[in-house]
Each structure stands twice: as structure tokens, then as C-alpha cells.
């Protein structure tokens, strides 16, 4: 699949880091640092603008290794990027630690991952069919 984007930033575009990977690294554009204090939030700009086809959306994620060493993650994770926007992508994040976190330009912060996802028509009914889970909830298939 080839996607069109439009890159502001002076950082190369996104790339998959190994054969394998579903995720490429976002980086930061900016002009000066970003101080997120604890439980602070804030959106982060990446300088970049992609037009996506229809039935494919882009979802941002968190950096494992920013979220497991820093306790920074992506708040309303995963972002959705829908088809027909045009605009900045921005990465929302949320320091979850006790210490102050200091984002500069060109820092790694956010994954962005292609998908493709269905359009549904929804079929209005009185009733659905029987499974063997039923109803149960939350929790109901075991702690580990």
C-alpha cells in the first residue's frame, strides 16, 4: 500500500525498524522542549500529514520503552487517524510518573500503525444468538 504524506519536519519519514515490525516511531517537531509535569497532558506535534485511502485508518500507540522506563504513554491510546483527515498528526501524551518528563524536538514519542477496518451496516434484532460465554463479564474467563 502506498500512502502520500507531506513531511514538515527535518526528521526522515517514518520507517519500520525490522522486517517484521507493525509500528513506525513518530518524532516530535518542535521549537523549543516540552516539560510534562506529573499527570500533566499535552498534544505533541509530528510535522507530518498523511492522506490515507478509505477503509484504512492510522492508529497511534505508545513506545513500550517509554511507557515501561518513563511512564509516558499516549492517553487516548489508540489514536485513530480517520481517512479523510488532513491535518498535523499530534500525539497526545500523559506523564503517569512522579517525575518531570522533558520531550525535545526529534525524540521518539508515539507508533504509528496502518490498518484497514471495515464499514458495518447494523442489523436491528430482538434477540442474539446463544454462546457459551453468554453474559458474563468482565473478569469472567479467569484472573491469569
Not at 512522579?98 to 451496516?121: M, Y
Amino acid at each position: 500500500m502506498t500512502i502520500q504524506i507531506v513531511n514538515q519536519s527535518n526528521h526522515p519519514l517514518p520507517a519500520y525498524e525490522s522486517a517484521a515490525s507493525a509500528g513506525m516511531d513518530l518524532r516530535a517537531k518542535l521549537d523549543s522542549p516540552i516539560v510534562l509535569e506529573p499527570l500533566e497532558r499535552g498534544i505533541v506535534k509530528t510535522g507530518l500529514f498523511i492522506e490515507l485511502p478509505v477503509g484504512v485508518e492510522a492508529q497511534v500507540r505508545p513506545r513500550s520503552g517509554l511507557a515501561i522506563k518513563k511512564g509516558v504513554t499516549v492517553l487516548n491510546a489508540p489514536g485513530t487517524i480517520d481517512a479523510d483527515y488532513r491535518g498535523e498528526i499530534g500525539v497526545i501524551l500523559i506523564n503517569l510518573s512522579n517525575e518531570p518528563f522533558t520531550i525535545n524536538h526529534g525524540d521518539r514519542i508515539a507508533q504509528l500503525v496502518i490498518a484497514k477496518h471495515e464499514s458495518i451496516t447494523w442489523k436491528p434484532a430482538e434477540k442474539l444468538s446463544d454462546s457459551d460465554r453468554g453474559t458474563a463479564g468482565f473478569g469472567s474467563t479467569g484472573i491469569t
